[in-house]
């Protein structure tokens, strides 16, 4: 099973890391202060979790993430999915008892063609030469990387403690997930966006283009909102209690 955390009482929030990341990186938040039971969870491959799923999908991954909530007989969930795990919990928001997803950092719709090829290129370069990408894709998360360095520092760290094949599994995951922009839209109650105007990952243009009636956060920030605007951030996330 998924390594995971459990704590705190009130509705449970499922909190999913992004690629590259664990459920470490809530730590940077004083989540502890709401009234709610927090369920972090390291994805498959990722912090303290084997890479126990075969298939690199999304769907895989969300498996993996629903056997938690069976074992701890979760019936009704909040999610809040930072970039990758955002992807994760919008396949969750297919079961039964998925109450809200909250997308920090990311978006619903399936990648480019382009994009798609930058995936496969990803996958094959981590098998040669894993430090160098790592040490290339980081910083590039950041609105300003240098006002972070411990932070980049940290997250290098631990993504350089990934195996080849667990990066590769995720970027192929990514690679192939499914469009969900229909759903989302079409159910707009249950989908909210926070969303950095300096990330360079997703343009502010394609949510203008292709989210429609949901509600959508702005932040100045990067694709780090937890780091870079983490007040701004926890003040959002009380809205949705």
């Known amino acids: 099973m998924l390594y995971y955390q459990i704590q705190g009482e009130g509705p449970v929030w499922v909190f999913l890391h992004g690629f590259l990341e664990s459920s470490s990186m809530w730590e940077t938040l004083p989540l502890s202060q709401l009234p709610i039971t927090t369920l972090f969870i390291d994805l498959p491959g990722h912090g303290k979790s084997e890479l126990l799923a075969q298939n690199p999908t999304m769907h895989a991954m969300a498996q993996e993430v629903q056997k938690v909530l069976v074992h701890l007989d979760i019936q009704n969930f909040t999610i809040v999915g930072h970039s990758m795990g955002a992807y994760v919990g919008l396949e969750l928001s297919q079961h039964t008892g ?31 030469a894993k430090s160098h990408f790592v040490r290339e894709a980081i910083p590039n998360l950041f609105s300003n990387p240098d006002s972070h360095p411990h932070f980049i520092e940290a997250l290098a760290k631990e993504a350089n403690e990934m195996t080849p094949e667990a990066i590769s599994f995720a970027a192929l995951a990514m690679r192939e997930r499914t469009d969900f922009t229909e759903f989302v839209n079409a159910h707009p109650e249950q989908f909210i966006f926070i969303h950095g105007i300096l990330d360079r990952l997703v343009s502010m243009e394609e949510f203008e283009a292709k989210i429609l009636g949901t509600s959508i956060h702005l932040l100045d920030c990067g694709h780090m909102a937890h780091v870079e605007a983490g007040e701004e951030l926890m003040k959002v996330l009380k809205n949705y209690l």
């Open 98 to 128: 998925f109450q809200k997803l909250i997308l920090l950092n990311s978006n619903c719709w399936s990648d480019s063609e382009q994009k798609k090829q930058d995936r496969l290129r990803v996958a094959t370069l981590v098998q040669k």
